[in-house]
């Protein structure tokens, strides 16, 4: 499967503990994005890298979330001191920088709970 | 901003036709996509719109106005399995093309 993956696809953890989320994107892809999605909403932007650099975060992104892509290949998404308010599917996307489509592929998600 | 506008929910007989409405205000908008999501899976591309018109693939079409800030997408020959959301989302030509998405129209075709 040439896609994009992510991984777990489930994730629950106890409120207070780290978590990391791992994306792999589609290899000829340079750009990479990481969005959240709650019951019901569409997905929100959380950050996006060119290669290996993280040109764009959200101010969702609280102190608490951090991201790499430390090869520009594979991303990770770290969140430290997890709340209920960060149970959420988290999307990562990737997509070419060249062409003319900008087409954004998603990967099936990682779901997380925070009981 | 780039608040996105589009309908919660709709409904719709199996065979008919139905157009989901979209609008948006942004300031540097490049263009407008189409995304479907079934219940607990990915988003998938359906359309791009970046020039005022119509796109034709299928049975999907999509339209876009920049003046006024619209965008439709019209379904034709609807089945069973066209039951989804339906997630607009614009892009800045900024900002590594990131998306913003509305809240997504949820879908259900009836027989």
């Known amino acids: 499967d040439t896609g994009v993956s992510q991984d777990p696809r489930h994730k629950i953890t106890k409120r207070g503990q780290n978590v990391t989320f791992r994306c792999d994107p589609i290899s000829e892809h340079n750009r990479l994005y990481w969005y959240r999605q709650t019951l019901g909403q569409g997905p929100e932007f959380l950050t996006y890298f060119q290669n290996e650099a993280q040109l764009e975060k959200s101010r969702l992104l609280s102190d608490r979330f951090s991201a790499e892509r430390p090869k520009g290949s594979f991303s990770t998404l770290e969140i430290q001191r997890t709340e209920q308010g960060d149970s959420a599917m988290y999307l990562c996307?990737?997509?070419?920088?060249?062409?003319?489509?900008?087409?954004?592929?998603f990967g099936p998600g990682t779901r997380l709970t925070v009981t | 901003g780039q608040n996105i506008d589009q309908p919660t929910e709709m409904t719709a007989t199996e065979g008919a036709i139905v157009q989901i409405n979209c609008t948006y205000q942004?300031?540097?908008?490049?263009?407008l996509f189409w995304y479907q999501q079934h219940a607990g899976e990915a988003p998938t591309f359906l359309s791009y719109n970046v020039l005022d018109g119509l796109e034709e693939k299928g049975r999907f079409s999509s339209f876009l106005s920049r003046s006024k800030g619209y965008s439709y997408l019209l379904l034709k020959e609807l089945q069973m399995k066209d039951s989804a959301s339906y997630l607009c989302?614009?892009?800045?030509?900024?900002?590594?093309?990131?998306?913003?998405f509305g809240g997504g129209t949820r879908l259900m075709v009836k027989p």
């Open positions: 996307a990737s997509s070419p920088s060249i062409g003319s489509s900008y087409e954004q592929y």
């Open positions: 942004t300031s540097g908008f490049n263009g």
């Open positions: 989302a614009s892009s800045k030509g900024s900002a590594g093309n990131m998306l913003t």
